[in-house]
């Protein structure tokens, strides 16, 4: 087996991550946000991450299966309903959704 210095591997992982950022750069001032495609595209991104916030919450992995689901719904639900009563700021939303799933634990 051939045995790959550690210089090759680095230079593989920054051209792997310098260069997709490096188009993405180049192409982001010809892209118009108001455009059909970048609604699409931004519509997919908060799908996805909604899809995985609601997959953590009823099909969890690790640590979290052991809290019974009904803690994890309501410290979602407080978080949500803070983060909307607090003018859309996250860090309230999240904080408080922290403070409520680790009172339930008790």
């Known amino acids: 087996m051939t045995e790959i210095s550690p210089w090759a591997f680095l230079l593989v992982s920054v051209l792997a991550t310098t260069l997709p950022r490096s188009l993405g750069a180049l ?21 996805m991450a909604m899809g995985l916030a609601v997959r953590l919450l009823l099909l969890p992995t690790g640590p979290l299966v052991e809290a019974p689901i009904g803690d994890r719904l ?21 904080v408080a959704g922290v403070v409520m799933f680790w009172a339930l634990q008790f």
């Open 27 to 47: 192409a982001a001032g010809r892209v118009d946000p108001n455009s059909r495609v970048f609604e699409w595209v931004t519509a997919i991104a908060y799908a």
């Open 74 to 94: 309501v410290a979602a639900g407080v978080a949500l309903a803070v983060f909307f009563i607090m003018r859309q700021r996250f860090l309230y939303g999240f």
